[in-house]
């Protein structure tokens, strides 16, 4: 079983509230990312850190943000959420592993529902 | 485009049937990577190969890599109904300063009993 947590599953709010995903890892890896997935799709990478104090944009543009202050945490936050951020957010992390792309441990996700 | 494009996009079989999953990509690669997904839940890591490999076996899963054709496959031999899933692959590449996974479109399998 892999030991990445995140919270809340499941959170329905109305336009305009600010939401924090909580993103937990209890691996001791450097190496988090953030995944947008619709219903039935592909995920998208919307962010990424390799370590503390280091996150950057993926690949698809998302409003949200995310912070890195400790290894183990990777909260994405959204300031003030809207209809069009209704999604699965998927959070996952990995070991650093030089010259190799190491897989990746998923938490169950968020599924947010903004009205 | 997407890197990753997975055929069929739903498969439905028996019990007892072999199911077949089918991820042509566009770049090249570090490694190839299969994932599994219940209906609502995280995914979960199945298997990888790398570029310098053919064929891997897990259990009832093979996996094969061609990358003269950018290409990879997926075989679960005697599927069980506790297969049924999304199963996505995932291709691992080393652009300068980041490696990151992309994601393919995922097949969804069904397995009826």
Known sequence: EADIYQTPRYLVIGTGKKITLECSQTMGHDKMYWYQQDPGMELHLIHYSYGV?????????????????????????????????TSQYLCASSERKQGVVGELFFGEGSRLTVL | SQQGEEDPQALSIQEGENATMNCSYKTSINNLQWYRQNSGRGLV?????????????S???????????????????????????????????????????????????????
Do not use: M, W
């Not at chain 2, 890591?45 to 891997?56: G, P, T, V």
């Open chain 2, 45 to 57: 890591h199945l298997i990888l190969i790398r570029s310098n490999e053919r064929e891997k076996h």
């Open chain 2, 59 to 113: 259990g009832r899963l093979r996996v094969t890599l061609d990358t003269s054709k950018k290409s990879s496959s997926l075989l679960i031999t005697a599927s069980r109904a506790a297969d049924t899933a999304s199963y996505f692959c995932a291709t691992g590449l080393l652009n300068t300063g980041f490696q990151k996974l992309v994601f393919g479109t995922g097949t969804r399998l069904l397995v009826s009993p």
């Open chain 1, 53 to 85: 104090n280091s996150t950057e944009k993926g690949d698809l543009s998302s409003e949200s943000t995310v912070s890195r202050i400790r290894t183990e945490h990777f909260p994405l936050t959204l300031e003030s959420a809207r209809p069009s951020h």
